[in-house]
């Protein structure tokens, strides 16, 4: 009896240069003999039950099969077609900030040399092209390129290419737009109140009950000797205020001493002008108080509703702002334009869950009023538009924030936190979109007790995040990279031989330098703290490498 195939060669799509195997199952009473062929002509040597074909050229693609023979007859497989293909590819979705992208792609390639890029622009014509990366060797990687300077607020299109002697490939387009990405920063302490200054550069937190304020945009907090849970900073970062029940603590030399006040009050939410001098107060009740003297003494007035659930003030403390609940389903905002001397009505909404958060410009012509559906107004109240904002925020906005300018509006919601950078007319939802916790599921930027703040500019955005099921709460930053050109370079060499860098960039923003051995993966190696414009550093591992690639990331 003959032989006979119970199992036929089966079709294959392989990499260029990579390895495969061909085979067949027979049944056969005496041993057979085997003899693929390629495209009907029978192969050199090949006579196993099984053919391997390593470092697979484009020559070698077309149809194979096998003959199997014994002294009882022969039988002729069907054929098997081996194609070869350039590179598997795939563009991935970047990681975008306001200012720059992080482009990526996954590849699998054969043994071949193989140079990467991105095709890149506003349309799918694309008009830009990065710089080649050359894979070397079989590699899966995952290739990434930063691309800076780019507009605000702006859809992009990029598309991964590949190619080598095999021929070219696409990854396919994928769109992006250029938002603000929060950054988590001091990742040590649990946090529970956060205060941005106006000029963006400085910061004051609690933690524990104790006072820390940063200089340097997050990197470290140092502690104070003050306690209380902070509500107010200066536009210029000198001036802090705090509250613990019915004591107002109040430092005008960035937390170095304190004075203590007393309060008329325990009181739940505060409204402080830009120097932080003049501030409104309420205990949730009726009764809003204000100062003049960073909270040393107090008046009283009555605010037209009650309960009093947030404050917010113009610039110069002479208009402020209220939101009530006053009835079921029933959301109402107060205003005044002499400091708390007296109040007005200046709307009500139908809001089932009432209103959450208000903030205002500096002027005090544009608010911003945060709820299950989030108002504003552009003429100090005087009307509403229907419009929520934003249109597509899933969920109540926990917390509001505006610019000097009331041109740059966020909204912290319990899905997101939303970016307007034009007044309410359009927005966008800030990078990322979910935050990382343990012990349960990532919940969004802004869930439960998100509050988010502005600089004056509306460049540098803070947020306060976190699960109060878990007590656990977090400080993200959002930061303009810096005006100043970014430089990194080897100045000389000390008498130990290591090599002296030199980062050169604008003062007051952080840096992180990277290393890396083939421009692929790249690893943190030093946070440098820019003080002056230059800062020399020194890698001791660098004599551990035959070659290292470095890199400066500004923040």
């Not at 309060?263 to 932080?276: L, N």
């Not at 012509?365 to 504003?376: A, K, P, R, Y």
């Not at 290393?515 to 591992?541: C, E, H, K, Y």
Request: with cysteine; charged share 5%.
């Amino acid at each position: 009896m003959g032989p006979i195939i119970t199992a036929q060669p089966e079709n294959q799509t392989v990499l260029g240069a990579t390895s495969t195997e061909m085979g067949v199952s027979v049944t056969a009473a005496v041993s057979p003999y085997y003899q693929w062929l390629f495209d009907g002509v029978a192969i050199p040597n090949a006579t196993n039950i099984s053919l391997t074909l390593t470092n697979i050229q484009l020559n070698q693609a077309g149809t194979y099969s096998v003959l199997v023979s014994n002294i009882f007859g022969f039988i002729l497989s069907s054929n098997a077609t081996l194609s070869v293909v350039h590179a598997s590819l795939a563009t991935e979705t970047p990681d975008p900030s306001l200012y720059a992208a992080n482009l990526l792609a996954s590849i699998t390639t054969g043994s071949s040399n193989t140079a990467v890029w991105f095709d890149w622009g506003l349309t799918t014509n694309y008009s830009n092209v990065t710089p080649a990366i050359i894979l070397q060797g079989a590699n899966a990687p995952i290739i990434s390129n930063l691309m800076t300077g780019l507009t605000p607020y702006t859809t992009y299109h990029c598309q991964a290419v590949a190619s080598n002697v095999f021929g070219t490939v696409l990854g396919g387009d994928v769109s992006f737009v250029t938002v603000p990405k929060f950054v988590q920063v001091a990742t040590n302490s649990v946090w529970s109140a956060l205060v941005l200054s106006g000029d963006g550069r400085e910061l004051a937190a609690t933690a524990g009950g104790a006072i820390y304020i940063s200089t340097n945009l997050g990197l470290t907090f140092l502690p104070t000797t003050g306690t209380g849970s902070v509500f107010a900073i200066s536009s210029n970062g000198c001036t802090i205020l705090a509250a613990s029940g019915s004591n107002i603590y109040a430092s005008l030399d960035r937390g170095l001493t304190w004075t203590t006040n007393s309060a008329p009050t325990a009181f739940s939410c505060f409204a402080a002008s830009s120097d932080a001098q003049k501030l409104a107060a309420t205990d949730g009740s009726v009764n809003v108080y204000t100062s003049t003297n960073f909270g040393a003494t107090w008046k009283g007035s009555t605010a037209p509703y009650s309960p009093t659930y947030g404050l917010t003030s113009s610039a110069d403390g002479t208009r402020l702002y209220g939101i009530s609940f006053p009835a079921r389903e029933t959301g109402a905002v107060f205003g005044s334009t002499n400091s708390g001397k007296t109040w007005a009505s200046l709307g009500t909404f139908g809001a089932q869950y009432g209103l959450d958060s208000i903030s205002c410009s500096a002027d005090g012509s544009i608010i911003l009023v945060g709820g299950e559906t989030s108002f504003f107004s552009t003429n100090a109240g005087a009307s509403w538009p229907t419009r929520s904002a934003p249109n597509s925020a899933p969920g109540p906005a926990a917390s509001t924030a505006s610019s000097a300018s009331g041109h740059t509006l966020i909204v912290s919601t319990e899905w997101g936190t939303y970016v307007s950078p034009d007044t309410g007319n359009s927005w966008y939802m800030a990078n990322p979109q979910v935050f990382l916790s343990g012990g349960f599921p990532a919940e969004p930027l802004g869930y439960l007790m998100g509050g988010v703040m502005s600089s004056a500019d509306g460049n540098t955005l803070a947020l306060i995040t976190g699960d109060m099921d878990i007590n656990s709460y977090s400080i993200f930053l959002s930061i303009p990279p810096p005006g100043q050109p970014l430089t990194l370079s080897v100045a000389t060499n000390t008498y130990s031989g290591l090599p002296i860098f030199q980062l050169t960039g604008e003062s007051g923003y952080n840096y992180i330098v990277q290393a890396s051995t083939n421009l692929l993966n790249w690893t943190n190696i030093a946070s440098v703290v820019n003080t002056n414009g230059l800062v020399p550093f020194t890698d001791p591992a660098w004599a551990n490498y035959k070659q290292r690639f470095y890199r400066a990331v500004a923040p």
